[in-house]
């Protein structure tokens, strides 16, 4: 079993539409948690992150992490056709740890529609 | 705004060959990571560093080296390069390394070819 799982879509949405991406986590010891997105031929670009369980705002994306259910989650609100990318999910052990490593989903390609 | 630089974007090597990648990042890091991604599999952690002149292993380093001398440069060197070695290859870099956790910068990565 992987230690962060995502679905791989592709999600095709149309512009406008609300997006729902999710991950879920094996490692009940995982505290950050991160969003990337990774447009094509290009390098991932950190989104947002959050330290433990709740929600974080940035305009139009929400991140939310339940950690009793091991649920990661990226909400994008009136999606728009640049939001058009290949969005990864990522955790971490607490700091301190030998090896204070991203760990990794395997990403969701997600296409708005014009 | 940070700026990480990868020498090639696309690099065509023959099986056998030594094949240096460089990565520079210009907002003076501490800490700089190669990944390799891979359809499936996801990013997967090379070798990182946390400093200059130390390295420590990720959880693929087998077939490949760094070297860090220099602050701002990182490079991933494949000994003798292999067709399973054909992948993307991403550099990052993070202030420090609390940061590390969560705030890595990547650059826009090379895709090498092993023939």
């Known amino acids: 079993q992987k230690e962060v799982e995502q679905d791989p879509g592709p999600l095709s949405v149309p512009e406008g539409a609300i997006v729902s991406l999710n991950c879920t986590y094996s490692?009940?010891?995982?505290?950050?948690f991160m969003w990337y997105r990774q447009y094509s031929r290009k390098g991932p670009e950190l989104l947002m992150y959050?330290?433990?369980?709740g929600n974080k705002e940035d305009g139009r994306f929400t991140a939310q992490v339940d950690k009793s259910s091991k649920y990661i989650s990226l909400f994008i609100r009136d999606s728009q056709p640049s939001d058009s990318a290949t969005y990864l999910c990522?955790?971490?052990?607490?700091?301190?740890?030998?090896?204070?490593?991203?760990?990794f989903g395997t990403g969701t390609l997600l296409a708005v529609q014009p | 705004d940070v700026k990480v630089t990868q020498s090639s974007r696309y690099l065509v090597k023959r099986t056998g060959e030594k094949v240096f990648l460089e990565c520079v990042q210009d907002m003076d890091h501490e800490n700089m990571f190669w990944y390799r991604q891979d359809p499936g599999l996801g990013l997967r952690l090379i070798y990182f560093?946390?400093?200059?002149?130390?390295?420590e292993k990720g959880d693929i380093p087998e077939g490949y080296s760094v070297s860090r001398e220099k602050k701002e440069r990182f490079s991933l060197i494949l000994e003798s390069a292999s067709t399973n070695q054909t992948s993307m290859y991403l550099c990052a870099s993070s202030l420090e390394r609390l940061a590390a956790l969560y705030e890595q910068y990547f650059g826009p990565g090379t895709r090498l070819t092993v023939t």
């Open positions: 560093s946390y400093d200059v002149k130390m390295k």
């Open positions: 990522a955790s971490t052990l607490p700091y301190g740890g030998a090896t204070n490593k991203l760990i």
């Open positions: 959050t330290y433990s369980s």
């Open positions: 490692n009940s010891a995982f505290q950050y």
